[in-house]
């Protein structure tokens, strides 16, 4: 028979059972308040270095105050942070540190009344590594590297785009653009009878219909001249949005047939900053010349291949994008923008239809900030001159 004292020890132990049991209950509810609360300061730090990067990248002050300034803001006054300290530093990163002070249930009991919480995040401005709104007009990527070696992918320095076939700078006067009519409409910077403004050849067209990360909206069922043009302008001819969010790298269909509509877009484009993709000559199989690789191509290098709809059905021809560029379409002739030109055959009346481009940047000598792409992601490697600039959480 239980006597009273063993009733007794009974009524202490599940008391104590009970206190130790609330004490945990009380715990994890705090503990999982804090955690809950730590989550919104990872996303306070995340908004507030994204935002903070993206005004240095595409902001119209862009500069140190106004990145500090944004992100603060983003971390306390939209995502409830009690303090943010921000902070610039080099390569263009910005990095927040997000703080709350949280209330706790049960804790005060041992004199916990709030604990701290903080996180902290850090984005870049940098090179992207996927884009939106390219246009559909790729160029060999090794002239490209070329022209960068050689100084041409500089500040203000411009580019003949050949409309079709290569660059013939040998037999016709690269160093003048003329109308027409032959007459001179601008004088390019030549050194020794050779062009500053570097020929750019090999142009393609690229079939974006696949490659695309969501869906195209500008999809017109690949390899014809409307899309192409569609994508130029950056709408349908229902003035519906068009413009494709393409991750890179990736293989694309090269559509056949010349576009005549597309590039009368493209030059109409004078003045506009514009990205475009720049394909592997070696893995798309079109490497021409000795120019930009007297070496030829790897032995071992593959060209890409295609097994996605529509884009294999439009053409044999194959182009891996790898890269992209960031050029303004035209030369500023007095405060004119023009994109068509001529140039003249040395010892000869013939002429050839040539497209110019500008390599444009902004006040410091970085690139432009319309060299921007908002659904896109950095690479981490800083931007130069030529380049398209994305945003991207890097820690």
């Not at 706790?104 to 903080?118: C, D, L, R």
């Not at 409409?185 to 500053?196: N, Q, R, S």
């Amino acid at each position: 028979m239980k006597t009273e004292t063993s009733r007794g020890q009974v009524l202490v132990l599940v008391a104590l059972a009970l206190l130790a049991l609330v004490a945990v209950v009380a715990l994890a509810v705090d503990i999982g308040n804090v955690y809950r609360e730590r989550r919104h300061m990872q996303n306070a730090a995340d908004a507030g270095a994204l935002a903070g990067a993206r005004e240095i990248c595409f902001g119209d002050a862009g500069t140190e105050a106004a990145a500090i300034a944004t992100g603060e803001d983003y971390a306390i006054n939209r995502n409830d942070a009690d303090g943010a300290v921000v902070t610039v530093g080099m390569p263009v990163t910005v990095t927040v540190v997000a703080t709350k002070s949280v209330d706790t249930f049960f804790a005060g009991v041992i004199g916990f009344n709030e604990i701290p919480v903080e996180a902290d995040a850090t984005a870049m401005c940098g090179t992207a590594g996927a884009a939106g709104g390219l246009w559909p007009v790729g160029f060999d990527k090794r002239r490209w590297d070329y022209a960068e070696q050689h100084g041409q992918i500089d500040c203000g320095k411009t580019m003949i785009i050949w409309e079709g076939g290569q660059a013939d700078c040998d037999n016709y006067d690269c160093c003048v653009l003329t109308d027409k009519k032959g007459n001179p409409i601008a004088f390019l910077d030549c050194e020794h009878g050779e062009p500053e403004a570097y020929p750019l050849d090999n142009r393609a067209w690229v079939d974006f219909s696949i490659g695309i990360s969501g869906d195209d909206p500008c999809d017109s069922g690949g390899c014809g001249a409307r899309e192409a043009r569609d994508r130029i302008v950056g709408e349908t001819n229902k003035h519906e949005l068009c413009e494709s969010f393409v991750e890179l790298p990736d293989c694309f269909a090269n559509p056949s047939g010349e576009k005549t509509s597309a590039w009368k877009e493209a030059e109409n484009a004078a003045g506009r900053i514009v990205s475009i993709p720049l394909y592997d000559p070696c893995k798309s199989g079109t490497l021409g010349g000795d120019l930009t690789d007297p070496d030829g191509c790897p032995i071992d290098a593959e060209v890409c291949t295609m097994t996605k709809s529509p884009g294999d059905n439009c053409t044999n021809e194959r182009y891996w994008i790898d890269a992209m560029a960031c050029v303004q379409i035209g030369i500023d002739i007095d405060g004119d923008w023009t994109a068509t030109g001529y140039v003249l055959e040395k010892d000869g009346n013939k002429r050839e239809r040539v497209m110019i481009a500008t390599i444009p940047c902004d006040e410091d000598g970085g690139p432009a900030r319309e060299c921007a792409t908002a659904p896109g992601w950095s690479t981490g490697v800083i931007p130069r001159p030529g380049d398209i600039r994305a945003v991207s959480l890097i820690e």
